[in-house]
């Protein structure tokens, strides 16, 4: 089993950045990728950036490509997401997840066994 803590959220101008922290625990030997997804208001979660443990490896949703950097220090067993130039649109509840299996599609949030809590972020102009 796998235990993971999300910090960092709060809220920002726009234009501003945050930089979030996921924090795992347990399991986490098990764990080949890690990513994030966020949740609008009143919309369907998506997910945005993922990295792979091993060779460090990023993919990003087009949503966020060039503001958001996700990074990891695996002595810390933990995983950051900087989130630069942020916009309104990115207002959001914020997750980070690890997946069941050893691939981790931001198109496919089943893929995923493990979630945090979540922590909101909130832009605003």
């Known amino acids: 089993q796998v235990h993971l803590v999300e910090s960092g959220g709060g809220s920002a101008q726009v234009g501003g950045s945050l930089r979030l922290s996921c924090s795992a625990s347990g399991a986490t030997y098990d764990n080949p990728c890690m990513a994030w997804f966020r949740q609008a208001p009143g919309k369907a979660r998506e997910g945005i950036a993922a990295i792979y443990s091993e060779n460090g490896v990023t993919s990003y949703a087009n949503s966020v490509a060039g503001r958001f950097t996700i990074s990891q220090d695996n002595a810390k067993n933990t995983v950051y997401l900087q989130m630069d130039s942020l916009e309104p649109k990115d207002t959001g509840t914020y997750f980070c997840?690890?997946?069941?299996?050893?691939?981790?599609?931001?198109?496919?949030?089943?893929?995923?066994?493990?979630w945090g809590q979540g922590t909101q972020v909130t832009v605003s102009s």
């Open positions: 997840a690890a997946p069941s299996g050893r691939l981790c599609w931001l198109t496919d949030e089943t893929e995923y066994r493990h």
